[in-house]
């Protein structure tokens, strides 16, 4: 116990100032973590302290994670979806907010509409795994981490030829600042985030599709799907373990002795050719649609392909109404489709946004690949694919020979094939991919 009489005036009062400060910490900031570093030399550092632990606990990685953006329900397919997601990502970048993790569509939004359902994020993607990858550069929230401290504030997107991309980028920067920045959240409302208009570059979009990584059921389904595509090369080259199907699918993404094979993402559906005819008359070009004979010409004249070659077709089954895209390919080139390659039954057990899912990624990791370049499937791929090339230093041009080959089978290239594909990366907009090109970079 301090007794006063036996101190100074002067240290008695400064005793006196020192209980006073304590007290008021005590009123004024109880619930505040962070104050064991208090010094009676000053309220300085109680301020410091005090603001420091806040921002620990309300940025992450530079990124706010005490304001969020929530936006609609996506739909469409699923690369239009993926495309939807990467721009409401960069959305909630921009306004240097958190995003509250949307909603996927199981099945496509224009054929299906009776059956449209939503599906949460993380039974397609790794919600942790995107996090992780994604660090510093865009985040996901859970509606769980909402404190609904300070409400919420609806964006009302625009639309129609009005609603340029230079009101949109306003509308942003408003949104960006007072008095909409003190809400929690943002709530967009009124347009699918696949309309939105686009104000980034390619390579911010192919940042955030990195972070995209299929759950585990999926790419275990991919897997059984590539392994059985392979282990059909090596019967068809007569070589030995064909009966270790089990085993490949743990071991051909790592072994450089993988039999290699080509995936042809071949757009003949009938609602792709009604789609393709109408794009063709409105952009007065004629480098969209393709004929299943054009398509198996061109793939039969790539050069420099091992024969025999295992063709993975990917197709729309439910809407192809041709049933001979089997028949008439290039000696050496072995067309398979689910089908025949007996993997029918992976795919039937889910709805068509995993269907899509599996068949996207036996495409992105064939040794060859060829689509076509106005489809957002295709492209993506490409996308996918040009940036892995780059990761391992494969950036410079398309004259020469480097893993990850791609071609776009409705521009003719050199000698009758298709033409050789990589995504410019120096773009500054996702339009060439949204909506297709004839320029493909090579």
């Not at 940042?207 to 595509?229: G, H, K, N, T, Y």
């Not at 042809?264 to 007065?284: A, F, G, Q, S, Y």
Request: hydrophobic share 40%.
């Amino acid at each position: 116990m301090v007794n006063f009489s036996d101190l100074t005036v002067v240290q008695s009062v400064c005793l006196a100032l020192v209980v006073i400060v304590l007290v008021f910490r005590a009123v004024l900031f109880p619930t505040f973590p962070g104050y064991g570093a208090f010094d009676v030399g000053g309220i300085v550092d109680l301020v410091d302290s005090s603001t420091s632990s806040l921002l620990r606990k309300n940025v992450d990685h530079g990124i706010r994670r005490d304001k969020f953006l929530e936006v609609p329900q996506i739909v469409w397919g699923l690369n239009n979806q993926k495309i939807a997601f990467a721009r409401a990502c960069l959305t909630a970048r921009m306004l240097n907010r958190t995003l509250l993790v949307p909603s996927l569509s199981a099945s496509l939004f224009y054929k299906e509409v009776e059956q449209l359902q939503a599906v949460s994020f993380d039974k397609i993607f790794q919600f942790t795994k995107f996090n992780s990858l994604c660090a510093g550069f865009v985040q996901l929230a859970k509606y769980s981490e909402l404190l609904n401290r300070t409400g919420v504030v609806e964006m009302q997107k625009g639309s129609g030829r009005k609603w340029t991309p230079a009101k949109d980028l306003d509308q942003l920067k408003q949104f960006k600042g007072d008095p909409y920045d003190q809400y929690e959240v943002i709530r967009i409302v009124g347009k699918n985030p696949f309309l939105w208009h686009d104000h980034w570059p390619v390579k911010e979009y192919a940042r955030i599709l990195e972070c995209l990584v299929l759950v585990d059921e999926i790419a275990e389904e991919a897997d059984q799907v590539i392994s059985r595509i392979r282990a059909v090369g090596r019967e068809a080259q007569g070589t030995q373990g064909s009966s270790q199907q089990s085993d490949v699918g743990n071991m051909e993404r790592a072994s450089p002795v993988a039999t290699p094979y080509m995936a042809v993402h071949m757009r003949i559906e009938k609602d792709w050719m009604i789609h393709c005819k109408n794009l063709e008359k409105r952009l007065n070009i004629n480098e969209i649609c393709s004929s299943k004979e054009v398509i198996m010409q061109r793939v039969g004249n790539i050069k420099g392909l091992g024969k025999p070659t295992v063709v993975y077709l990917a197709v729309a089954d439910s809407l192809l109404e041709d049933k001979t895209i089997l028949s008439n390919w290039t000696e050496g080139l072995l067309p398979f489709e689910k089908k025949k390659l007996g993997v029918v039954a992976i795919y039937d057990k889910y709805p068509y946004l995993i269907k899509s899912a599996i068949d996207y990624e036996v495409c992105l990791r064939a040794d060859i690949f060829v689509g076509n370049s106005f489809s957002t499937f295709s492209s993506l791929i490409v996308l996918e694919r040009t940036q892995k090339m780059i990761r391992m230093g494969l950036s410079s041009s398309c004259s020469t020979d480097p893993s990850w080959l791609s071609y776009a089978y409705n521009i003719k290239g050199d000698f009758g094939g298709p033409k050789r594909w990589m995504t410019n990366m120096s773009d500054s907009s996702l339009q060439a991919i949204s909506y297709g090109t004839n320029h493909v970079s090579c």
